[in-house]
């Protein structure tokens, strides 16, 4: 009965253990948005699949993405232009856009 317990209580631990790794390695968007006050929102649209994220105060956002091409829209703060580009994600990657300046 010990052994049974044993085995069983190891197996769980295995299988917690391969999903936390799992979960590590996601592919996501990373860029940033100047002015840095310029974005209402920043969403991520596939298909169906949208995704809205915030800027931080600096301007930088990152988003967690499944691979493939997304479109990225950047919703602007007035005066400023909204902007749209597609990004192709890559599995288990951040992909770095760099800078979009948002113009007006």
Same mark, same amino acid.
């Given at each position: 009965?010990?052994?049974?317990? !044993?085995?069983?209580?190891?197996?769980?631990?295995?299988?917690?253990?391969?999903?936390?790794?799992? !979960?590590?390695?996601?592919?996501?968007?990373?860029?940033? &948005?100047?002015?840095?006050?310029? !974005? /209402?929102? +920043?969403?991520?649209?596939?298909?169906? /699949?949208?995704?809205?994220?915030?800027?931080?105060?600096?301007?930088?956002?990152?988003?967690?993405?499944?691979?493939?091409?997304?479109?990225?829209?950047?919703?602007?703060?007035?005066?400023?232009? /909204?902007?749209?580009?597609?990004?192709?994600?890559?599995?288990?990657?951040?992909?770095? +856009?760099? &800078?979009?300046?948002?113009?007006?």
């Amino acid at each position: 009965m010990k052994n049974t317990l !044993a085995t069983l209580v190891a197996i769980i631990i295995a299988v917690a253990s391969l999903h936390a790794f799992r !979960a590590m390695h996601h592919s996501s968007v990373a860029g940033s &948005v100047q002015p840095s006050y310029g !974005a /209402d929102a +920043i969403w991520a649209i596939k298909g169906h /699949d949208s995704l809205r994220v915030y800027s931080s105060e600096n301007g930088n956002f990152n988003c967690n993405l499944t691979p493939g091409t997304w479109k990225l829209r950047i919703d602007a703060r007035d005066p400023l232009k /909204d902007c749209d580009m597609e990004v192709q994600v890559q599995d288990r990657q951040t992909t770095d +856009i760099g &800078v979009i300046n948002l113009r007006r």
